[in-house]
Structures are given as structure tokens and as C-alpha cells.
């Protein structure tokens, strides 16, 4: 149907709570992404989603961050013992096919973000 | 690795009047793509504008248009005609042309305020 859908909207959670953000691609596209906004800066690339395999990782900022992807469509982003640090906004992109050849555009689609609050 | 720089934080415009918005970026690529995004307060992030960075001729969408400069990697957008509802913040990104994660690289934003 839609664009891209995540949940919750807004979250606020006490530091030290574990807290899952959830993302619904558009319906079809293989690639999907994780992005972290803070406060006051662009949006900095957390990890990418090849169907249910994510061969980038690389932007986790720590081992209390981790993700996956079932059934090739929704993407739940777990952080683990939150921090005051954790505050952002999380967006989720999906698009259709990645790796695609120049002249070949690859849109991202982003959906309208989760913003976590960690007290 | 690719970085995104926007020296711009905030910028204004008095409505039908015109902006630009400038970006300059660093890649050892020849191969990529370069996008302006908007984000209103709804948060949702909005493609304006990309150029491929193999296109001599500047892209233009409406309003919209950019000045790419390969050789200085610079990527400035020009709004015309401003509107209050190109009020927003606007982001100035990188993605690789050929193979990996084609992840987007993003620069810090510009908030552009329209003055009715």
C-alpha cells in the first residue's frame, strides 16, 4: 500500500530500559535501511538490510544496538540498556533494489521516524 | 570515506525571492549520486532533487535547481521563487554509484525559514 510505516511515533523510556523501534518497508522492496538523527545533526547510516540478511553493520554505535529482518518485509531496531545518549529521532528507508547500475536510480523511501527519549 | 559538509546551519529568504543553499562534499569516486532532502516538522524526509554525478547538465525539478561542480565537489541548490511552505530543513547527501550498501551520506542540514 503506503510509503513506509514505523512504530511507535514518539517513545520515552527510562535509561537502562530495553526499547524496540519497528519499520515497515514498502511492500516489495528488498533494501532497507536504519538511520539516526540527534539532535542538531544530519542523519548518520546505522545499518542496511539486503531481504534478511544485513551485509553492513557497520554503522551500529555499540553492541547494544542490533536489528533484524524477518520475511524479507518488517525490520524491528532493539537498544539494549538505553542511554541519555540514545535520544534521536530513527528513520527507516526502504528501497527496491539496491546495487543497481549507473544510470539505474535506486530511490530510498523514508518513513516518518521514531523519536526516542531516554529519561 | 565520504563526508558531507553544509556550512549553512540556518539560512532565510523573504517569500518569492531566491536562496541557495550550498554543500560541498569529499569522495575518491567518480561514480555517485548527490541529493537535496527536505524534512518539514513532520519529520518525513522529502527527495528534492538528485544529480548524477556523470551528468554534466545540472538538474532542475521546478523551483528547484543545482549548480554541480565535479571538480571543486560542490552541490549548491537554488530554490526560486520561495514559498512558506519551502520552510524546512534541508539535507545535502552522497550514496555511492556502484555496489555496496549504497547507504546515504548526509551533511548536517541547513534550516531555511521563509519570511512572508
Known amino acids: 500500500g503506503a510509503g513506509v510505516s514505523q512504530s511507535p511515533s514518539n517513545k520515552v523510556t527510562e535509561k537502562g530500559k530495553d526499547v524496540e523501534l519497528r519499520c515497515d518497508p514498502i511492500s516489495g522492496h528488498t533494501a532497507l535501511y536504519w538511520y539516526r538523527q540527534s539532535l542538531g545533526q544530519g542523519l548518520e547510516f546505522l545499518i542496511y538490510f539486503q531481504g534478511n540478511s544485513a551485509p553492513d553493520k557497520s554503522g551500529l554505535p555499540s553492541d547494544r544496538f542490533s536489528a533484524e529482518r524477518t520475511g524479507g518485509s518488517v525490520s524491528t531496531l532493539t537498544i539494549q540498556r538505553t542511554q541519555q545518549e540514545d535520544s534521536a529521532v530513527y528513520l527507516c528507508?526502504?528501497?527496491?533494489?539496491?546495487?543497481?547500475?549507473?544510470?539505474?536510480?535506486?530511490?530510498?523511501?523514508f518513513g516518518p521516524g521514531t523519536r526516542l527519549t531516554v529519561l | 570515506a565520504q563526508t558531507v559538509t553544509q556550512s549553512q546551519p540556518e539560512m532565510s529568504v523573504q517569500e518569492a525571492e531566491t536562496v541557495t543553499l550550498s554543500c560541498t562534499y569529499d569522495t575518491s569516486e567518480s561514480d555517485y549520486y548527490l541529493f537535496w532532502y527536505k524534512q518539514p516538522p513532520s519529520r518525513q524526509m522529502i527527495l528534492v532533487i538528485r544529480q548524477e554525478a556523470y551528468k554534466q547538465q545540472n538538474a532542475t525539478e521546478n523551483r528547484f535547481s543545482v549548480n554541480f561542480q565535479k571538480a571543486a565537489k560542490s552541490f549548491s541548490l537554488k530554490i526560486s521563487d520561495s514559498q512558506l511552505g519551502d520552510a524546512a530543513m534541508y539535507f545535502c547527501?552522497?550514496?555511492?554509484?556502484?555496489?555496496?550498501?549504497?547507504?546515504?551520506?548526509f551533511g548536517k542540514g541547513t534550516k531555511l525559514t521563509v519570511n512572508p
Open positions: 528507508a526502504s528501497s527496491l533494489v539496491p546495487g543497481a547500475p549507473i544510470g539505474f536510480y535506486n530511490e530510498q523511501f
Open positions: 547527501a552522497y550514496q555511492p554509484g556502484q555496489g555496496g550498501s549504497e547507504k546515504l551520506v
